[in-house]
């Protein structure tokens, strides 16, 4: 993930920040496990993520404990988006896009209407004022076919943006 001055990632089972500027390198966690799909929250404090055991957890870029926002995330296409709002969006076990308020709460199943089947969500992206999210979305294997989406929260719907696309 990468914010306005330092990029995150995952390094020997970890959570690194560093500055882009190639300096400042920290590990953020060490007692979690593996972790996966950081994304930095709006104003670059906080870097979310999610483990392979299905939490969405928090912790701050300057270092210390990190928090459980919330425990059924999908455990095969991981992957989350921190919005404007002050909400993340991330895939759960039943592979339905969720909201949960970034500093804690009950999670929120989004488009009850927009999956008549069953797709998995490769990618999350927010839109521009927490008006929706960006997705990729594949009805099996995202390596042989998958389409681009766009989720509209006000709607509660998504709609086709680019077949054959992956990763917007």
């Known amino acids: ?14 959570l690194w920040t560093c500055a882009l500027d190639g300096g400042n390198v920290r590990r953020l966690t060490s007692d979690v496990g593996v972790e996966s799909s950081p994304v930095f929250s709006p104003d670059g404090r906080w870097v979310g993520y999610l483990t392979l055991d ?3 957890r928090k912790v701050p870029v300057e270092g210390g404990g990190s928090i459980t926002l919330a425990t059924v995330g999908n455990t095969g296409y991981m992957t989350g988006a921190w919005l ?6 991330y895939v759960d076990r039943q592979q339905r896009m ?23 969500i490769a990618t999350l992206q927010p839109l521009p004022g927490s008006r929706g999210v960006l997705y990729s979305a594949c009805p099996g294997n995202c390596g ?3 389409a681009v ?5 006000a709607a509660d719907s ?11």
Not at 84 to 89: A, E, F, L, N
Not at 98 to 116: E, L, N, Q, T
Not at 149 to 153: G, K, Q, R
Not at 158 to 168: E, F, K, P, Y
């Open 149 to 153: 989406w766009a989720f509209d929260f």
């Open 158 to 168: 998504g709609r086709l943006l680019v077949a054959n696309a992956i990763g917007a």
């Open 84 to 89: 404007d709002d002050g909400t993340i969006v």
């Open 144 to 146: 042989i076919e998958s």
């Open 98 to 120: 969720v909201r949960v308020p970034a500093d804690g709460g009950p999670s929120v199943a989004m488009g009850k209407r927009a999956w008549s089947t069953r797709v998995n």
């Open 54 to 56: 299905g939490r969405l």
């Open 1 to 14: 993930a990468i914010s306005a001055d330092r990029i995150a990632f995952i390094y020997a089972n970890d």
